[in-house]
């Protein structure tokens, strides 16, 4: 018995340290949704940078083309989005037909995801477009980029294709913010001074995930206890995400980005889904109005987050407007 001892001590102790660890993830569950934001980052071969730019730390996920004159897509998440939202996307241009064609920048806009957020600063589209200007300089200097956006996103990348045509060789709006679309609830909820994406807890998480996916196996999963820190997140930000959705969805500047995008002239590319239930779709024929050489592509079966529900048929899209100036 005594030789078997020190096995028992040594499994007793493993058994201590693994209740132990677990202890520490379900009292912080914040750790359970970095290490999966990362794993999913380091599976689309992405890697992790920072940098200060206009007056911001942002912090962005890269991944290199085979050829050092490769285009750059510049990815720009959309309200409550992040850099983690385009790694489908990513993950669809790895494939055969495109893998290493496209140099990959998605950063965190300010205020949002990691990137720096300052108190008593303005994040609407106006500022943030400026901003999103100089992290172009940045990032890609001297070579235009190919700058592609998403919701509130898809606003900002319009205003800054139109105001610096220079830094912008094409641009893709997906699922843009910033014209009078037709009412829907989000849009009534909106106006009315409500957050329809406000996240209290689990029931509204739920919500939130059924107002922008379509389908349900595209949902991410979020489980006990992720869900816990990701609620905590949504609710520690509820003030700020109020304040930017007062800016882009009621105040002055709601539908400048739908009167600047007159005056855009690069190659575009205007893609929504037919079941979008918060940007309508009728927005893209707005755009459309105002972009008459943009394409036009519509996609059934996906909700709002077309990059995340239906990223082959994004991927497809994009490579045919960056090759060709058109979508098929």
Not at 129 to 153: D, T
């Amino acid at each position: 018995m005594r030789l078997h001892r020190p096995l028992a001590i040594a499994a007793a102790l493993v058994a201590a340290a693994l209740l132990a660890g677990l202890a520490w993830v379900v009292a912080r569950p914040d750790v359970l949704v970095r290490a999966e934001m990362t794993r999913q980052l380091r599976g689309a071969h992405f890697t992790r940078h920072a940098r200060e730019v206009a007056g911001h730390r942002w912090v962005y996920v890269e991944r290199a083309a085979d050829a050092p004159d490769a285009p750059v897509l510049v990815l720009v998440h959309g309200f409550t989005g992040s850099k983690e939202n385009w790694v489908p996307l990513a993950r669809a241009l790895d494939g055969t037909a495109f893998k290493g064609r496209y140099r990959l920048v998605a950063p965190d806009l300010p205020g949002w995801g990691e990137s720096e957020r300052l108190p008593h600063e303005d994040y609407g589209f106006l500022a943030q477009s400026e901003r999103l200007a100089a992290f172009i300089r940045s990032v890609s200097p001297g070579k235009p980029v190919v700058l592609v956006g998403h919701s509130m996103g898809g606003g900002i990348a319009a205003l800054v294709a139109a105001g610096y045509p220079q830094l912008v060789s094409r641009v893709a709006l997906l699922d843009a913010a910033g014209v009078r679309f037709h009412d829907n609830r989000f849009g009534a909820d909106v106006l009315a001074g409500r957050n329809p994406f406000a996240v209290r807890d689990r029931a509204s998480l739920d919500g939130y995930l059924a107002n922008v996916f379509h389908r349900d196996e595209a949902k991410p999963r979020i489980p006990w206890p992720a869900d816990r820190a990701y609620i905590a997140r949504r609710m520690h930000d509820a003030d700020f995400e109020q304040h930017v959705l007062d800016r882009i969805g009621r105040g002055d500047e709601r539908f400048l980005p739908g009167d600047e995008a007159a005056r855009i002239r690069q190659p575009a590319l205007l893609l929504w889904c037919r079941q979008d239930a918060v940007i309508d779709p009728s927005a893209l024929a707005l755009y459309a109005a105002r972009i008459p050489q943009a394409s036009r592509v519509m996609l059934d079966d996906c909700g709002h987050m077309s990059l995340m529900e239906r990223p082959g048929d994004v991927a497809t899209a994009l490579d045919a407007l960056i090759r060709r100036g058109r979508a098929r």
